[in-house]
């Protein structure tokens, strides 16, 4: 049996994100032969036609990892490639909640792995249906919450084998993953598993092996690790640091970590700087003391200034080279609007890395991976605003209302609460957001995740100095994407010619 998967990493950046080339891993431990189709929406649909007839077999499944696709582009490629090839069946599958009729016969929410076999079984070869349901918004695509009833907590494999024809660069970042779940449990996260108490981490041997493989292969030395909060065990870091001892180059990561647990264990520096974790993404969300409390986040934000401060210096001194970059939420519980405007305009004497977010409560249950606040929002002061402006507002920024006017928001989700509280509202928090963007962003230092697509292709040191601007407008960076997507789709076009 054969399949393509189409799979992108979003309009900002070009980079392989994990998802389907796992998938086509697995499938090919299946028997499956398969192709991975990055960066698809960049293709027109006549090159993906180009691209699918060239290959010397029949296609029977055509996967869709759609996380950084954007749905009108995505509904119609899928339309487009079921008119050419009405036999292949379609399934989509990404930790995005499924909300709109794609037109594919399966939506796969979540973790996919335990899921995908049920799925195939019954697409293929009469096997049972699995477990999930035919939404009335979708009533001829079955939808199924893998993270719910096919569970992808503990897995087998974390390894991810790419192919030969994924024509990988040395200079690309890939993506690894070292364990699953998040020990903690702040009230506004919706990640898929949190609260876990066992240790679900991979072998020492097998990151080994992974980096190694991936380093002969294909020349990477670079990666983003994906677990929720990479510090969240000791043991987690120290392996890696372990692994990155043993290996013939340096390597460079870029990871998420709770700022409050290496300020309350301050060795993990240490550990953090022998694995070369310099690249940190902290969600600090406030520095409102209340609101900190109230997510589950309750280190004092006093201390957690001067740990910034001093986590930049340790890792300076120590390796040279760090990059942290903060993420901050507006309208949390209790935070009224002054605190923001005095947390930002720290961030802009202290800091040189921040993100800004308004706060985004999702209300959907049809892809049950929720948050606290989702669960039950009123449990902490949020409520459906009844303010007409609020929700006209809401309405014309094109949330809850995508279709129409097509934007969507942080957690990428068309179902939101559009709120009020006692200390903010909806439209009060969005458009500080809002402000950042307009007055802030380009004047950051590079993200970290961003900054490890390019750990290759500069000197380190002048990387840690570019900003946003520098580094899209003035650079011209998207051309160098550009032409880095057109070698790959000669490459692919060209395979069997
Ligand atoms: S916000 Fe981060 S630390 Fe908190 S539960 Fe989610 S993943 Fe874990």
């Keep these: 049996m054969n399949a393509v998967i189409l799979n992108d990493s979003g309009e900002e950046i070009i980079r392989r994100t994990m998802g389907a080339y796992k998938i086509a891993d697995m499938m090919r431990a299946d028997g499956w032969t398969v192709e991975v189709i990055d960066w698809s929406t960049r293709w027109s649909n006549q090159e993906l036609k180009k691209f699918i007839d060239s290959l010397p077999y029949e296609i029977h499944m055509i996967g869709v990892s759609n996380l950084w696709m954007q749905d009108h582009v995505i509904i119609e490629q899928i339309n487009y490639l079921k008119s050419q090839y009405p036999k292949a069946k379609i399934v989509m599958g990404g930790p995005k909640p499924y909300q709109r009729d794609f037109g594919a016969d399966a939506m796969v929410f979540g973790y996919c792995e335990h899921a995908l076999k049920p799925v195939i079984q019954w697409l293929f070869n009469g096997g049972d249906i699995p477990v999930g349901k035919f939404p009335e918004w979708a009533p001829n695509s079955l939808l199924v919450d893998a993270n719910h009833s096919y569970k992808g907590l503990s897995i087998s494999k974390y390894h991810v084998n790419y192919h030969e024809n994924d024509f990988i660069k040395s200079h690309e970042a890939l993506t690894l993953e070292i364990s699953r779940g998040c020990r903690f449990k702040c009230k506004y996260c919706n990640y898929a598993f949190l609260g876990v108490k066992e240790d679900y981490s991979r072998s020492e041997d097998s990151l080994y ?4 493989e ?7 030395t670079n990666y983003i690790i994906s677990d929720d909060t990479f510090n969240d065990r000791d043991s987690k870091i120290e392996m890696l640091a372990n692994v990155v001892e043993r290996l013939p180059f340096e390597p460079n990561f870029s990871c998420f970590i709770r700022i409050d647990l290496v300020i309350s264990k301050p060795h993990q520096v240490e550990l953090l700087c022998r694995a070369r974790c310099w690249a940190h993404f902290y969600g600090i969300e406030t520095f409102h003391p209340l609101a900190a409390k109230a997510i589950g986040k309750g280190m004092h934000p006093d201390k957690i200034k001067a ?12 390796i040279g080279v760090y990059r942290g970059t903060t993420g901050m939420i ?14 930002i305009q720290w961030m802009r004497d202290n800091w040189e890395s921040f993100f800004y977010w308004g706060l985004h409560i999702s209300t959907d249950t049809d892809n049950t991976t929720q948050s606290d606040f989702s669960i039950d929002a009123a449990k902490y002061g949020y409520k459906l605003t009844d303010n007409k402006e609020i929700l006209d507002w809401a309405a014309s920024k094109g949330y809850n209302n995508y279709v129409e006017v097509g934007r969507q928001n942080n957690k990428l989700d068309s179902r939101i609460l559009v709120w009020e509280s006692e200390w903010s509202d909806f439209k009060r928090a969005t458009e500080f957001a809002d402000d950042y963007i307009n007055n802030d962003f380009m004047k950051q230092k590079l993200f970290n995740f961003d900054l490890t697509e390019h750990m290759s292709k500069f000197d380190h040191k002048e990387l840690m100095s570019f900003t946003c601007e520098d580094i899209y407008i003035k650079r011209n960076l998207n051309k160098l994407y550009l032409n880095q997507i057109k070698e790959y789709k000669k490459q692919k076009l060209e395979m069997y010619r």
Excluded: C, H, Q, V
């Excluded at 092996?209 to 190694?212: A, D, Q, Y």
């Excluded at 991936?214 to 990477?220: A, F, L, Q, V």
């Design 214 to 220: 991936n380093y002969i292969r294909w020349g990477t």
């Design 330 to 343: 507006a309208g949390l519980p209790y935070e009224p609007p002054e605190s923001w405007y005095d947390g």
């Design 209 to 212: 092996n992974e980096l190694m």
């Design 307 to 318: 740990g910034l401060l001093w986590i930049r210096e340790e890792f300076i001194k120590r």
